[in-house]
Nanobody
């Protein structure tokens, strides 16, 4: 089982930036993928971006391509989400998740089958 703890959420102005961190612990295997999901009020949770730990393959939702970047620090067992050019529609609770998938399948597959989730961190984009 993998334990995940998110941090770094907060308030940003439109056009601003935030960086989220996801610290992972437990049994992390090289064939895990770790990703970021978000859920806005009244909407379903959606995959934002995921990374395969095996080969660093990444997946990005169309809505964040060119603005968000996922990266990882192996020494710290931490995955980051750098969010630039933030928009009000990026406002949501952001969750970190992990499972034995590749990046594409983790981000775009069924959320109900994902084994590990963090507690979430609020991101609010508003002037």
């Amino acid at each position: 089982q993998v334990q995940l703890v998110e941090s770094g959420g907060g308030l940003a102005q439109p056009g601003g930036s935030l960086r989220l961190s996801c610290a992972a612990s437990g049994t992390i295997l090289e064939h895990h993928a770790i990703g970021w999901f978000r859920q806005a009020p009244g909407k379903e949770r959606e995959g934002v971006t995921c990374i395969s730990l095996y080969d660093d393959t990444t997946y990005y939702a169309d809505s964040v391509k060119g603005r968000f970047t996922i990266s990882r620090d192996n020494a710290k067992n931490t995955v980051y989400l750098q969010m630039n050019s933030l928009k009000p529609e990026d406002t949501a609770i952001y969750y970190c998740a992990a499972d034995l998938y590749n990046a594409y399948n983790l981000c775009s597959g069924s959320l109900q089958t994902i084994a590990s989730w963090g507690q979430g961190t609020q991101v609010t984009v508003s002037s």
